[in-house]
């Protein structure tokens, strides 16, 4: 990034969010739980069957994922 660029409004704003959230559930972040809690998209294999089914469903839908990815 140029100094003489500008960083655009709502990227700024993200990024303030997610500071936010960080601090905010900092102590929640910070627990050990199973790794699909904290990305539904990523291998679910060890999860209950139940919760398998579901996180199938989530990992399918490409609209869910880029909003969780950014």
Same mark, same amino acid.
């Given at each position: 990034?140029?100094?003489?660029?500008?960083?655009?409004?709502?990227?700024?704003?993200?990024?303030?969010?997610?500071?936010?959230?960080?601090?905010?559930?900092k102590?929640i972040?910070? +627990?050990?739980?199973?790794?699909?809690? =904290?990305?539904? *998209?990523? !291998?679910?294999?060890?999860?209950?069957?139940?919760?398998?089914?579901?996180?199938?469903? +989530?990992?399918?839908?490409?609209?869910? =994922?880029?909003? *969780?990815? !950014?």
């Amino acid at each position: 990034l140029h100094k003489s660029s500008e960083i655009p409004f709502d990227e700024t704003q993200v990024y303030c969010q997610h500071l936010e959230f960080s601090l905010c559930f900092k102590d929640i972040l910070s +627990l050990e739980g199973p790794q699909w809690v =904290k990305n539904p *998209f990523m !291998n679910f294999e060890t999860a209950e069957v139940q919760i398998q089914e579901e996180l199938v469903k +989530l990992s399918t839908n490409e609209t869910l =994922k880029a909003s *969780f990815q !950014n």
